[in-house]
């Protein structure tokens, strides 16, 4: 039987993973180090069975923080909105007009 202090609490846990990777923003060798001592102290973990899921959840979201693709598959497709002309941009905003007043 697991003891009262072996539970994961979800919200505290990616709360210290978030806490974790914004302290170390400066030190991507020490993320590397202290992510991947997390992902083994979760394996750990994963062995009571209230903590299985927690800890799963937990491991990807630690995986994805440390993924250098970007957010999705639609992150680099398109032109910067920057770059367009001013005639680029007057079009692009009426279709995104028409198309958000279609809903």
């Known amino acids: 039987m697991a003891k009262n202090s072996d539970i994961i609490d979800e919200d505290e846990l990616y709360d210290k993973i978030l806490d974790l ?27 009571n069975s209230k903590n299985k899921e927690v800890a799963k959840n937990a491991i990807i979201v630690l995986i994805s923080l440390f993924d250098d693709y970007p957010p999705d598959i639609f992150d680099n497709i398109g032109a910067d909105l920057e770059s367009l002309s001013e005639e680029e941009r007057e079009e692009a905003m009426d279709k995104l007009k028409e198309i958000f007043q279609k809903d």
Do not use: D, H, Y
């Open 21 to 47: 990777f914004s302290k170390e923003k400066k030190n991507p060798n020490l993320r590397v180090l202290l992510g991947a001592r997390s992902i083994i102290e979760l394996m750990k973990r994963m062995n």
